[in-house]
């Protein structure tokens, strides 16, 4: 087991170094708190686990793409920095950083989540402390060596570091950013715990075998995964290590911002844990809250929604991480399709000339008909349809809607564009979630992806006109870009969307609150990790 030595070590690293201008931080009591994973029940927190363990390796693969991305474009980033960069150089290299630091703070949750592995007893508590050092040590060998890869990029050439710095509210990204990546990446405290770690792994194998989580297949990928990423940490310390540090000091000890877009300070730490353990299934938004709102809806209706701490469409910037289609009801088309003569002969032209849409919709996928037909486990209708890891599904409001921000806007379309969108979606569910954002293939599809093709315009519907945007060199189009579209087109005779209504979530009071609409407008503003949403 741990010997004495390597415990006191882990733990007097396991606390994140806090700003310099931060007061030192009191010590940490010797036990997990209240609030933390490890209160849960063996059984949730091994699920929690497993879901955490998904992520780390959806993470893991997102950032090795990343970084071929970033191989492809390395011109950008060694150039001579008395050279300026074009707009559309700066765009590529924005874009880029934002989806890195992304993945970065993901990650950094993960690792926090876990860190107190320390305090839970290995001889009684075997499950948890193995999961928690392979969670904690996985998530950091990760972080380590991509970070200190990409800060081989772009450390010390000073252009790239003042674009990188500077706030970006397309993107999400605060003033600072940069430097607080090397103040995590680029640590002695984090390269140390790196090694201290290192030394534990190869301890604990035996009680990874006795608790049986060599036999799940993911954390046996997660053990050679974190052996091949120490390695390359290993060797990027010891060939430059003292030069990224040098290179690291001047900016991190110059940057005294309170806030940090990543949590590194103890007591910012302490607060998202707190939050993040005490909020499982707990929304800001009340059940009751979304329920409200069905009887504003209408079909064909576009949501955006957010959860705080799901971490969802990673790699993609903007506060609004996720975007849905709600389709309402049969009883809602028999309101506001039905009856109108664009849908009337729309129906018409289907096979077996359907009266309703219902009636096509039946005939036309009798087997997803079916699933749509059926309530869901909270007994209630389903009404959206969303793309998420599961696949393009079909949702009610306590999935698609009890959630921590929703926005709701309306297609300024006519009743047969929404019915024709709405069959679209209904050919699309089913299809598998697109982890790599390919836009240009129908075969698996991201959240806004579902939304963009169903309202995809054509010769015989009018539809939504919105742009692809490039992140990190791929087309692509992030759940922010339809908020943002609608503040620069509000007001405007030609407009594309109307508001319905937005909940606004508040994580000190714990609620949510009716936002108006210019509150909506500026929410695309909002940086996406600064985890002091009020």
């Given at each position: 087991m741990l010997s004495t030595p390597l415990l006191v070590t882990w733990l007097s690293l396991a606390t994140p170094a806090p700003a310099v201008s931060s007061p030192a931080p009191e010590a940490k009591p010797s036990t997990p708190e209240a609030t933390s994973v490890?209160?849960?029940?063996?059984?949730?927190?091994?699920?929690?686990?497993?879901?955490?363990?998904?992520?780390?390796?959806?993470?893991?693969?997102?950032?090795?793409?990343?970084?071929?991305?970033?191989?492809?474009?390395?011109?950008?980033?060694?150039?001579?920095?008395?050279?300026?960069?074009?707009?559309?150089?700066?765009?590529?290299?924005?874009?880029?950083?934002?989806?890195?630091?992304?993945?970065?703070?993901?990650?950094?949750?993960?690792?926090?989540?876990?860190?107190?592995?320390?305090?839970?007893?290995?001889?009684?508590?075997?499950?948890?402390?193995?999961?928690?050092?392979?969670?904690?040590?996985?998530?950091?060998?990760t972080e380590l060596a991509h970070g200190l890869t990409y800060a081989e990029f772009t450390n010390g050439r000073k252009q790239l570091e003042v674009l990188l710095d500077e706030p970006s509210e397309e993107f999400g990204l605060p003033a600072r950013a940069f430097a607080r990546f090397k103040d995590k990446a680029i640590h002695v405290t984090t390269a140390t715990q790196l090694m201290t770690g290192d030394s534990y792994a190869e301890q604990l194998r035996p009680l990874l075998k006795k608790t049986g989580i060599l036999n799940v297949r993911r954390a046996v990928w997660l053990v050679q995964e974190t052996r091949d990423n120490s390695k390359v940490a290993r060797g990027k310390l010891f060939k430059r290590g003292f030069t990224l540090f040098a290179k690291a000091g001047a900016d991190v000890v110059q940057d005294t911002t309170a806030s940090a877009i990543f949590p590194v300070q103890r007591s910012v730490a302490e607060w998202m844990g707190d939050t993040r353990v005490k909020r499982i299934g707990q929304p800001l938004i009340s059940r009751a809250q979304a329920l409200g709102l069905l009887a504003r809806m209408q079909p064909g209706d576009v949501l955006v929604a957010r959860q705080n701490w799901y971490l969802s469409n990673i790699g993609l910037p903007g506060f609004w991480p996720h975007a849905e289609l709600y389709v309402g009801t049969p009883q809602d088309w028999a309101t506001h399709l039905d009856g109108d003569a664009g849908v009337k002969g729309w129906l018409k032209t289907r096979p077996g000339s359907p009266q309703t849409l219902a009636e096509h919709l039946a005939r036309e996928y009798p087997a997803k008909w079916a699933t749509y037909s059926a309530p869901d486990s909270h007994g209630d209708a389903l009404r959206i349809i969303e793309s998420i890891?599961?696949?393009?599904?079909?949702?009610?409001?306590?999935?698609?809607?009890?959630?921590?921000?929703?926005?709701?806007?309306?297609?300024?379309?006519?009743?047969?564009?929404?019915?024709?969108?709405?069959a679209r979606a209904f050919h699309?569910?089913?299809?598998?979630?697109?982890?790599?954002?390919?836009?240009?293939?129908?075969?698996?599809?991201?959240?806004?992806?579902?939304?963009?093709?169903?309202?995809?315009?054509?010769?015989?519907?009018?539809?939504?006109?919105?742009?692809?945007?490039?992140?990190?060199?791929?087309?692509?189009?992030?759940?922010?870009?339809?908020?943002?579209?609608f503040d620069a087109e509000y007001g405007q005779p030609d407009r594309q969307f109307d508001f319905v209504a937005f909940l606004d979530g508040r994580e000190k009071e714990r609620d949510a609150i009716e936002g108006d609409v210019d509150s909506f407008r500026s929410s695309w503003r909002r940086m996406k990790w600064d985890i002091a949403q009020q």
């Amino acid at each position: 087991m741990l010997s004495t030595p390597l415990l006191v070590t882990w733990l007097s690293l396991a606390t994140p170094a806090p700003a310099v201008s931060s007061p030192a931080p009191e010590a940490k009591p010797s036990t997990p708190e209240a609030t933390s994973v490890y209160s849960l029940e063996n059984g949730a927190f091994v699920d929690q686990a497993l879901r955490d363990l998904e992520t780390l390796e959806r993470h893991a693969r997102g950032l090795r793409a990343l970084q071929q991305q970033i191989s492809k474009t390395r011109g950008l980033y060694t150039r001579e920095q008395d050279t300026p960069y074009t707009p559309d150089e700066k765009r590529t290299l924005l874009t880029t950083w934002a989806a890195f630091s992304d993945y970065f703070a993901s990650l950094e949750l993960i690792r926090q989540r876990y860190w107190d592995f320390v305090k839970v007893p290995a001889l009684t508590q075997e499950t948890k402390h193995a999961w928690g050092f392979l969670l904690t040590h996985g998530a950091l060998t990760t972080e380590l060596a991509h970070g200190l890869t990409y800060a081989e990029f772009t450390n010390g050439r000073k252009q790239l570091e003042v674009l990188l710095d500077e706030p970006s509210e397309e993107f999400g990204l605060p003033a600072r950013a940069f430097a607080r990546f090397k103040d995590k990446a680029i640590h002695v405290t984090t390269a140390t715990q790196l090694m201290t770690g290192d030394s534990y792994a190869e301890q604990l194998r035996p009680l990874l075998k006795k608790t049986g989580i060599l036999n799940v297949r993911r954390a046996v990928w997660l053990v050679q995964e974190t052996r091949d990423n120490s390695k390359v940490a290993r060797g990027k310390l010891f060939k430059r290590g003292f030069t990224l540090f040098a290179k690291a000091g001047a900016d991190v000890v110059q940057d005294t911002t309170a806030s940090a877009i990543f949590p590194v300070q103890r007591s910012v730490a302490e607060w998202m844990g707190d939050t993040r353990v005490k909020r499982i299934g707990q929304p800001l938004i009340s059940r009751a809250q979304a329920l409200g709102l069905l009887a504003r809806m209408q079909p064909g209706d576009v949501l955006v929604a957010r959860q705080n701490w799901y971490l969802s469409n990673i790699g993609l910037p903007g506060f609004w991480p996720h975007a849905e289609l709600y389709v309402g009801t049969p009883q809602d088309w028999a309101t506001h399709l039905d009856g109108d003569a664009g849908v009337k002969g729309w129906l018409k032209t289907r096979p077996g000339s359907p009266q309703t849409l219902a009636e096509h919709l039946a005939r036309e996928y009798p087997a997803k008909w079916a699933t749509y037909s059926a309530p869901d486990s909270h007994g209630d209708a389903l009404r959206i349809i969303e793309s998420i890891s599961e696949g393009v599904s079909f949702t009610g409001p306590e999935h698609g809607m009890h959630v921590d921000y929703l926005g709701v806007l309306r297609p300024r379309l006519a009743p047969v564009d929404k019915a024709r969108a709405i069959a679209r979606a209904f050919h699309l569910q089913g299809r598998p979630y697109d982890f790599n954002f390919d836009f240009f293939s129908d075969s698996s599809l991201v959240c806004t992806e579902l939304v963009y093709k169903s309202y995809a315009p054509s010769q015989e519907v009018k539809g939504l006109r919105i742009d692809l945007v490039d992140v990190a060199g791929r087309r692509t189009l992030p759940a922010n870009a339809f908020v943002r579209l609608f503040d620069a087109e509000y007001g405007q005779p030609d407009r594309q969307f109307d508001f319905v209504a937005f909940l606004d979530g508040r994580e000190k009071e714990r609620d949510a609150i009716e936002g108006d609409v210019d509150s909506f407008r500026s929410s695309w503003r909002r940086m996406k990790w600064d985890i002091a949403q009020q």
